[in-house]
């Protein structure tokens, strides 16, 4: 309004020159801020807003409106900058609570770390002793192993001693053992073996007669355990046979010579006996007369008609059976016995057999040759 009275009152000199003071002013103050915005770092942003290389105009409305626009233009730039600059303390705020967060964090880790280093360092050393102690214990083990092997070596060559001595001691007529003749003689009553193997042969030489009694053979386990039953040869079968018949041996002695069980040894004796008696059936037993006639003492009985001549007699005892005894009378004795005679007895043509019952119930009478003649009890 100055400028435009100024130049209205005719006073054009004096108002140019006010005009120009202000505009001097304005570019003043703008190139502060132009300094300003280049020391806040924004030097480019203020260098392309930067009218200093501007020539300036000679009217005074052109001027004005520079000025003017270039208040808007400092101003826009001076909120823009206030902008700025809390913008920049806010992202160094945040800087700084970030960076104290992040020392934070450093040190819990660091102390974590720590804690868990130790930790390692720990069960490392734990781990170390650990393994060498478990180190120890194999090589103790190791050697306990040798040691073993060592033992298990040794009692395995004992033992192979042992059952070779024996297989070389058993009861047992299997090469290599060579029983001599007075041995075979007191336990199976024959004088050689050659005599003893042809009575093996002769019992087994029926197949039909010892199919499912008499087991094939097998070789025998030189263990020292107790064999099955198929492991006793028949040589050793018809021995425990022929043994039991001559000494009266038990089972339980048996089964102790002969190495097997008990119940091997029963079913060694049932299915031999029920063999040897079934074969020797087949076989008549005949005396000479010469024979006969020469017998001492002679003894002779008379029975159904025929004169036979007595070779043994004997009483035999028998326990009565308990299903049996209350049918006795009192005058049977404590143990309820009772007693049969048995006879071995010739017929004169030489054929001999065996008798319970010539005597039992029977009173016997000698006629006049001598000759017991039998005859019914009364009562009887």
């Known amino acids: 309004m100055e400028v435009e009275g100024g130049a209205g009152g005719g006073g054009g000199g004096g108002g140019r020159i006010g005009d120009l003071v202000l505009a001097a002013e304005l570019m003043e103050m703008v190139s502060e801020t132009v300094r300003h915005v280049q020391n806040e770092e924004r030097f480019e942003l203020a260098f392309g807003h930067d009218h200093g290389a501007y020539v300036m105009p000679d009217s005074a409305p052109a001027l004005k409106e520079m000025v003017k626009e270039l208040r808007e233009r400092s101003h826009a730039q001076g909120g823009r900058l206030a902008a700025l600059q809390n913008e920049l303390a806010s992202t160094l705020g945040t800087y700084k609570e970030l960076k104290d ?42 050697e306990r192993g040798a040691e073993a092997a060592r033992t298990v070596l040794s009692l395995s060559r004992q033992l192979r001693e042992g059952a070779g001595r024996a297989r070389e001691s058993a009861f047992t007529l299997d090469p290599p053992a060579q029983p001599t003749a007075r041995w075979l003689r007191f336990h199976t009553g024959f004088e050689t073996p050659e005599r ?130 209350p049918r006795l009378g009192a005058g049977q004795p404590y143990r309820a016995h009772y007693v049969r005679r048995g006879y071995a007895v010739a017929a004169p043509s030489g054929y001999m057999t065996f008798a319970s019952s010539l005597g039992f119930g029977l009173r016997a009478r000698s006629d006049a040759r001598g000759v017991l003649v039998e005859e019914e009890e009364e009562g009887g």
């Open 101 to 142: 967060r992040h020392e934070r964090d450093c040190v819990l880790l660091s102390h974590d770390l720590a804690s868990r280093l130790s930790a390692l360092r720990a069960e490392n050393a734990s781990l170390r002793l650990a393994v060498e102690e478990g180190s120890r214990r194999a090589q103790r083990a190791e």
């Open 196 to 325: 003893f193997h042809a009575f093996l042969r002769f019992l087994t030489a029926d197949a039909d007669l010892c199919a499912g009694r008499i087991r094939p053979e097998s070789p025998r386990n030189p263990g020292p355990g107790l064999d099955s039953p198929g492991s006793l040869s028949h040589a050793d079968q018809l021995l425990l046979v022929l043994s039991r018949l001559r000494l009266g041996l038990l089972l339980q002695d048996l089964a102790y010579r002969f190495r097997v069980s008990e119940t091997t040894a029963s079913r060694v004796w049932l299915n031999w006996t029920h063999v040897m008696v079934d074969r020797l059936m087949q076989i008549p037993v005949v005396c000479s007369p010469k024979y006969l006639d020469a017998f001492e003492p002679k003894r002779a009985v008379l029975h159904r008609g025929a004169t036979l001549t007595v070779l043994e007699c004997t009483d035999l005892f028998f326990e009565v059976q308990t299903k049996e005894r």
